[in-house]
Structure formats: structure tokens, C-alpha cells
T-cell receptor, first 110, second 114 residues
Framework: GQNIDQPTEMTATEGAIVQINCTYQ??????LFWYQQHAGEAPTFLSY????GLEEKGRFSSFLSRSKGYSYLLLKELQMKDSASYLC???????????FGKGTMLLVSP | GAGVSQSPSNKVTEKGKDVELRCDPI?????LYWYRQSLGQGLEFLIY????????KSGLPSDRFSAERTGGSVSTLTIQRTQQEDSAVYLC????????????FGPGTRLTVL
């Protein structure tokens, strides 16, 4: 099984940098995903990590440490539109289904 | 191209009634998932279809829940004798293959059971 933890809420200021952490305990591991979900909308894919290290994609970066069961999503140059819930999800070995954390609600203020 | 679509977008029903929720995946995607998202909770896996294989029903919360996928495309999630605790947003996602490809989500159906 999988257990995924991430903070419930975070606040940050426009233009700043924020790091959203995700820790997981799994019986197997076959990749970690980050999704963004605005209120009332579908989750949209942000990043995928399966090997240790940092994946950078524009203002968003995602880091993975498999030995520590740890990932973070880094958002730079925050914009008001980044206010959303950020979902961490882990795929187990041999399965295609994802187990999601409860999400981190990020509020960006002016 | 067209994304995943779901209908209806909102459904209000009375306790004890049956409901059907529909998902149209991205054309050509062989894998299809159903999730449930309750207020303040993460996405809860319900069922997974991959091609012509038998579906993975391990996430269905009770035998009141069932789903089918016709012709490897459209899927219908059926909830019989709805209960108030079934109120949630039901999300469908499709994926190009059953491997490590990304899941693409539809807008969801908000179900309210009175």
C-alpha cells in the first residue's frame, strides 16, 4: 500500500518562491507525479519523476529522492494564478493506478 | 485535440435513486480510470480499464458501484441506491497506454445526493 503526506495549506506572496513537500511510504515505487487543480476544475499534469534528482520545467521544478521517500515541487516567480491545490501522486510497481495525497492548497497573495 | 469529457457536469439526486455518469476519453487512449474526490480529501481510485483486459475494480467502495467500458472507448459509472456519503466529484482520466504515460483528467461530475 501507499501512504502519502503533504501539507494541507501554504501561503506565499506574488513573485516569491515556494516549495511544497511530499513524503511517501510505499511497498514499491514506479514514479511520482505532481498535478495542479484549480477550484472546480480537473487536475492538470505538472511533472513526473522516476529517477532521483531535479526536473525543471519553466517556473516549476520537481525533485525526487527515492531513498528518502521524498519529493518537492518548487514554484518560482509566483503569480496569482498559481493559487490552486497541488496534488502529489505515487505509482506502485506493477500497477498503473496512482495513489494521491490529499493535496496542498496554495494561496498566493499580492 | 479534444480532451476528456464527462457528463453531466452536475447531478442532484434523491437518496435511493440510481445514477449513471459518463466519460468520453481522449481518442486512442487505451487506459481509463475513475476517481472520486470528496471535500477535503484526496482523489480516491475507484476502477481502472486497460484495453480488453478485465478491469481492476479494487477501489470500488461497495457493490452499489459498477462501471463498464463499451468498445474500448466510452465508460459509464453506475451508482445504485445512492447514499448521502456518495456525494462527491467523480473524475475520469484517460492515458495513452497502461504504462508510465500521464493521466489526463476530465472536468468531473459533481454528484449531490439529498
Amino acid at each position: 500500500g501507499q501512504n502519502i503526506d503533504q501539507p494541507t495549506e501554504m501561503t506565499a506572496t506574488e513573485g516569491a518562491i515556494v516549495q511544497i513537500n511530499c513524503t511517501y511510504q510505499t511497498s514499491g515505487f514506479n514514479g511520482l507525479f505532481w498535478y495542479q487543480q484549480h477550484a472546480g476544475e480537473a487536475p492538470t499534469f505538472l511533472s513526473y519523476n522516476v529517477l532521483d534528482g531535479l526536473e525543471e520545467k519553466g517556473r516549476f521544478s520537481s525533485f525526487l529522492s527515492r531513498s528518502k521517500g521524498y519529493s518537492y515541487l518548487l514554484l518560482k516567480e509566483l503569480q496569482m494564478k498559481d493559487s490552486a491545490s497541488y496534488l502529489c501522486a505515487v505509482r506502485d510497481i506493477g500497477y498503473s493506478t496512482l495513489t494521491f495525497g490529499k493535496g496542498t492548497m496554495l494561496l498566493v497573495s499580492p | 485535440g479534444a480532451g476528456v469529457s464527462q457528463s453531466p457536469s452536475n447531478k442532484v439526486t434523491e437518496k435511493g435513486k440510481d445514477v449513471e455518469l459518463r466519460c468520453d476519453p481522449i481518442s486512442g487512449h487505451t487506459a481509463l480510470y475513475w476517481y472520486r474526490q470528496s471535500l477535503g480529501q484526496g482523489l480516491e481510485f475507484l476502477i481502472y480499464f486497460q484495453g480488453n483486459s478485465a478491469p481492476d475494480k479494487s477501489g470500488l467502495p461497495s457493490d452499489r458501484f459498477s462501471a463498464e467500458r463499451t468498445g474500448g472507448s466510452v465508460s459509464t459509472l453506475t451508482i445504485q441506491r445512492t447514499q448521502q456519503e456518495d456525494s462527491a466529484v467523480y473524475l475520469c482520466a484517460s492515458q495513452a497506454t497502461g504504462g508510465t504515460d500521464t493521466q489526463y483528467f476530465g472536468p468531473g461530475t459533481r454528484l449531490t445526493v439529498l
